[in-house]
């Protein structure tokens, strides 16, 4: 059942339209059921009993980004996205997720599971997927240009604790999936940063998927044990924050722990506890002057804001101000830097068509700056942008990886 106080916002709707145009799903769709008001005004229905949720209900429930962006332009104030959310758990009850989902999730929920087949990925994984044929692709991403998978998970390649001498502040570091698997690049950059300002850092070994790909699909029950494990595991330890390298496990680790107790009438105090210390790795390293330890990096970049970042946490000028704090590094604004790029978790393989529209506008913007960098702190945003961008006309990396290449 839906939170009653969440079943109340569907009648400070006021219809005024406003949601419409900055909708990235409805500006390509262009019919009202696409948007966050024509969505609204469905599951108002739903609740009123007018209405059955039908399997064209769910349909229209899932050809949404999640991006928030209909969240923040609402001058009612609606949580449009709290609701599309709290409306995906009630029709997975209905309409099961597909098996690809189901399975993705029972492997992101498990302790084991997901190690076991990632330690194989990196080696045969890799191998074979080398061998697929060209023109093949993942929604919108061609085979070949996804990312491959880290030979060993992160985790094992570094101690739990990263000791420096005479410590000047001690975090935790939650890697995510994402920087475990796929891109050890950018824990390897943040940890010598990290060094660097001789700042302590643990890794906790038994840290799980923050659940956020999970609960957002709907399933929120397969997410319960995630979010449990890493409260116990992140609440633990006596440190300055709780740092994060991805805009999608910040989000989580912030805000949406908190919501989903909440909404199911659980006790939330850890993880409002846990929301207080969470930072991401740039809000984090802001506060640093860290002119003095850079070299000149010659390169022009421009930044892309993912949705988790800037509207999940409002967090946009921090990245901003650490790639400007790097001598020859010339940055340029791109046109539309927080619009959502299109990939939306699951989105780009459900909807190609729709979130290669979107993804188009955003690698035009791109090569409209003639950067050949771009940073973005959301993985996901780098999988999707870098995989329909190329390499070849610019590179798509964490904010933390230029830091680090400046490094003197
Ligand atoms: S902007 Fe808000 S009030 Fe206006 S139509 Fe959209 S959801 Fe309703
Ligand atoms: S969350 Fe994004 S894609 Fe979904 S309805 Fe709102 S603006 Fe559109």
Redesign the pocket.
């Known amino acids: 059942m839906i939170a009653k106080e969440l079943q109340d916002e569907v009648y400070n709707c006021i219809k005024c339209g406003l949601?419409l145009m900055?909708?990235?799903?409805?500006k390509q769709l262009c019919y009202e059921s696409?948007?966050?008001r024509g969505?609204v005004q469905l599951i108002k229905h739903i609740l009123e009993g007018k209405l059955e949720p039908s399997a064209n209900f769910n349909r229209i429930l899932y050809t949404?980004?999640?991006?928030?962006?209909?969240?923040v332009?609402c001058p009612s104030g609606l949580k449009?996205?709290r609701l599309?959310k709290a409306m995906r758990a009630e029709m997975v009850k209905k309409f099961k997720l597909p098996w690809q989902k189901r399975l993705l999730f029972s492997l992101l929920s498990g302790e084991r599971l997901l190690p076991f087949f990632m330690q194989w990925g990196g080696s045969m994984g890799n191998l074979l997927m080398g061998l697929a044929p060209g023109g093949v692709k993942v929604g919108t991403i061609p085979f070949a240009k996804l990312p491959r998978l880290n030979k060993k998970p992160f985790r094992e390649q570094v101690p739990e604790v990263v000791t420096v001498a005479a410590p000047k502040g001690r975090v935790l570091y939650f890697t995510g999936c994402a920087t475990n698997y796929l891109y050890e690049d950018v824990g390897r950059s943040a940890l010598a940063i990290l060094k660097r300002l001789n700042i302590e850092v643990i890794l906790p070994q038994g840290q799980m998927c923050c659940g956020l790909p999970i609960f957002l699909a709907g399933a929120r029950e397969s997410a319960l044990g995630n979010i449990r494990k890493n409260l116990e595991l992140f609440n633990r330890e006596d440190v300055d924050a709780v740092l994060v390298d991805c805009a999608t496990c910040g989000s989580a680790l912030k805000n949406e722990y908190v919501h989903i107790l909440e909404e199911r009438g659980e006790n939330a105090d850890a993880a409002k506890a846990l929301s207080k210390k969470v930072m991401d790795i740039s809000q984090y390293l802001d506060k640093f002057d860290l002119k003095g330890m850079l070299k000149p990096l010659p390169g022009k970049a421009t930044y892309h804001d993912p949705?988790h970042l800037a509207r999940s946490q409002g967090i946009r000028e921090e990245p901003r101000r650490l790639l400007q704090q790097i001598p020859g590094l010339e940055f340029v604004e791109m046109a539309g830097a927080d619009v959502?790029c299109g990939g939306?978790g699951t989105f780009q393989v459900d909807h190609p068509e729709v979130s290669a529209g979107i993804t188009g506008n955003k690698v035009r913007a791109i090569k409209d700056t003639g950067a050949n960098l771009v940073a973005s702190g959301c993985p996901g945003c780098r999988m999707q942008i870098q995989g329909n961008l190329g390499e070849e006309a610019a590179e798509v990396v964490h904010p933390v990886q230029l830091l680090a290449r400046a490094l003197k």
């Open positions: 949601c900055p909708c990235p799903v409805y696409a948007a966050p969505k949404c980004l999640l991006c928030e962006t209909c969240t332009n449009v996205d599309l949705c959502c939306g």
